[in-house]
């Protein structure tokens, strides 16, 4: 081999260690579609386990301010109101029931990410490998969001009813239907055709539930990604590392 042949394997094999320097790389030349897809089946079987379990126990929702579930707008405009003259009690209970609902939730949401992580394609996981800081979190909620909604809103109805929260609504929603016109109609909009008070509450609660739960998933993807201490098993280590 002459200097110049010399020269320029030295040359190339350097490019190529260079090239395994960077995980993005290194998972081009060395990760296999097999390997790929049990990486974000593990991570985001570890981010929705890990999320779900924070979410689901006593104050998980009630008493985080990131993903605290209030009262509608208008319903806490006038929460606000009663809570200055000391008159707030029936809604803060409502409002302490709806954040209740939601950490009592959290069991059977985890049980249907892991179904949903379980369906995940070879295809997708390279997709997911090759995304952003949130692709997998992405996924799964594209492909849970109506399941879970469809979930979570009985059971918001089942507690709220069974607390007697309900009850706290309907003096407001009687006396919005006799003054349809007057300033509670105007503050929740009756007069304006919307849905009633109780399905706005419930409504409004089970979408923040949701919210709340992919807030954290997505906040575990990026640590599964960014930090190598999040990374507890050698699978994760090879996708992410």
């Known amino acids: 081999m002459t200097q110049f042949d010399r020269r320029k394997a030295v040359l190339m094999i350097g490019a190529g260690l260079a ?9 081009q030349f060395s990760l296999s579609e097999g390997q790929a897809s049990l990486g974000v089946r ?16 006593t104050d998980g929702f009630n008493a985080d301010p990131l993903v ?7 319903i806490r405009d006038l929460q606000s109101m009663l ?4 008159l707030s009690g029936d809604l803060d209970r409502l409002e302490l029931q709806l954040n209740r609902s939601a950490e009592a939730a ?9 179904d949903a992580v379980r369906s995940i ?11 952003g800081s949130h692709s997998a979190t992405d996924y799964l909620r594209g492909r849970t969001w109506d399941q879970l909604y469809g979930l979570v809103r009985p059971r918001m109805v089942s507690t ?9 609504l309907r003096p407001i929603e009687e006396r919005i239907d006799r003054q349809s016109g007057g300033w509670l109609g105007g503050i929740f909009g009756r007069n ?17 539930t949701l919210e709340g739960v992919f807030h954290y998933v997505g906040q575990e993807e990026e640590a599964i990604r960014r930090d190598p201490v999040s990374r507890t098993s050698d699978i994760l280590r090879r996708v992410f590392g």
């Open 42 to 57: 593990e991570a985001l079987t570890r981010a929705s386990r890990l999320a779900t379990e924070r979410l689901g126990r």
């Open 83 to 86: 809570r200055r003259v000391g």
């Open 160 to 168: 709220l009813e069974s607390s007697g929260a309900y009850r706290s």
């Open 121 to 131: 394609t070879l295809t997708d996981a390279i997709g997911i490998v090759r995304g």
């Open 68 to 74: 605290h579930i209030p009262l509608p707008g208008r």
């Open 192 to 208: 304006r055709g919307q849905t009633s008070l109780r399905d706005q509450v419930t409504n409004e609660a089970t979408r923040r």
């Open 19 to 27: 090239a395994l320097g960077s995980p993005a790389s290194a998972r």
């Open 106 to 114: 959290m069991p059977a949401v985890g049980a249907i990410f892991v």
